[in-house]
T-cell receptor
């Protein structure tokens, strides 16, 4: 089976840096995704990692360690609009092409 | 790029009624997925189409649920004899043949009273 864990809630202030961790257990890992979801809206794609290391995209970076079953999403220069839920998801060859999502981390950014 | 669209955006129905939702994927995407999301949870996979073929179905998809993608373009998800437990956001996503990321539509929020 699959299991994905991420913190339920985090808080941070504008301009700060925040790291959202995700640990996973899968039978046939085939990629890890991060999505952002604002309340009442659809998830939007942020990043994809399939090899170990850091992927940087503007203010957002995502890191993967396959041997540790661990990823993090790093958000720099936080803005109020970054307040949202951040979903970690994996693809598992044993589960086909579907994404298996964690419950999400609700990030609140205050001024 | 018009993105993934879903209709209706909201649906309120009485228990026992049938409902049907529509999803129009991004035009060049041949892969289409349906997910269900309840409050405080991540999306849960329901079913997957590649072109018009339904290739994967979750065990969550009871016999009351059926999905089609007759021409490999838009898809419909029908729920028969709705139950209060079916209340959720139903999300559709699509992806291209050459990329892994899935792009989600705005969802249909179903409320069963």
């Amino acid at each position: 089976g699959q299991n994905i864990d991420q913190p339920t809630e985090m808080t941070a202030t504008e301009g700060a840096i925040v790291q959202i961790n995700c640990t996973y257990q899968t039978s046939g890992f085939n990629g890890l995704f991060w999505y952002q979801q604002h309340a009442g809206e659809a998830p939007t794609f942020l990043s994809y990692n399939v090899l170990d290391g850091l992927e940087e995209k503007g203010r957002f970076s995502s890191f993967l360690s396959r041997s540790k079953g661990y990823s993090y999403l790093l958000l720099k220069e936080l803005q109020m609009k970054d307040s949202a839920s951040y979903l970690c998801a994996v693809r598992d060859n044993q589960a086909g092409t579907a994404l298996i999502f964690g419950k999400g981390t609700t990030l609140s950014v205050s001024s | 790029d018009t993105g993934v669209s879903q209709n209706p955006r909201h649906k309120i129905t009485k228990r026992g009624q049938n409902v049907t939702f529509r999803c129009d994927p991004i035009s060049e995407h041949n892969r289409l997925y349906w997910y269900r999301q309840t409050l405080g949870q991540g999306p849960e996979f329901l079913t997957y189409f590649q072109n018009e073929a339904q290739l994967e179905k979750s065990r969550l998809l009871s016999d009351r649920f059926s999905a089609e993608r007759p021409k490999g373009s838009f898809s419909t998800l029908e729920i028969q004899r709705t139950e209060q437990g079916d209340s959720a956001m139903y999300l559709c996503a699509s992806s291209s043949p050459v990329a892994y990321e899935q792009y989600f539509g705005p969802g249909t929020r179903l409320t069963v009273t």
